[in-house]
């Protein structure tokens, strides 16, 4: 290990002690020292929206709930959900559906062995994305169009 330079991350690289404080070792890099890019919110938006629908479980789960507790507790939950703060979450679920299916897809290119390539990953990304949104507001457009509330 001695023909590892500390240094190698740069000249401003943190080095830490190795197991029994013997030999030092670079540390890995931090978000600060990465540069942003469109794959990299793609892949924190995936994770994201993963999440999400575990929520969006729930509240399918408690929407179930109050169908079998009667029509006082389904009338309530419905307030709920129809609300202005239960509509935005109701639709930030929907964008969450809708990204996470073109993420999947995106995925299911790769494992192919397709798109690995900067400017389709890059291409890719955004359009999961736009994909997300737009299917989102379609949905909602179609739903109060039919006099949803």
Partial sequence: MSGVRTDAQGPSAQVR???GGTA???MSPHLQVWRWHVTMLASILTRATGIALYVGAL???GWALSLVLGRDAYGSYMA???????LLVLFGLTASVFYHLAA????LAW???VGFLPRTANATAVAAMAFG????LATFAVGFAMGGR
């Avoid at 709920?80 to 239960?86: F, Q, V």
């Avoid at 999947?104 to 995925?107: D, I, K, Q, T, V």
């Fill in 24 to 26: 030092a070792r670079p």
């Fill in 80 to 86: 709920y959900l129809t609300s202005p703060l239960g």
């Fill in 17 to 19: 002690a190795g197991p």
């Fill in 104 to 107: 999947g897809l995106r995925h």
């Fill in 59 to 61: 509240i399918l789960a």
């Fill in 133 to 136: 949104v737009a299917a989102a």
């Fill in 111 to 113: 494992d192919i062995g």
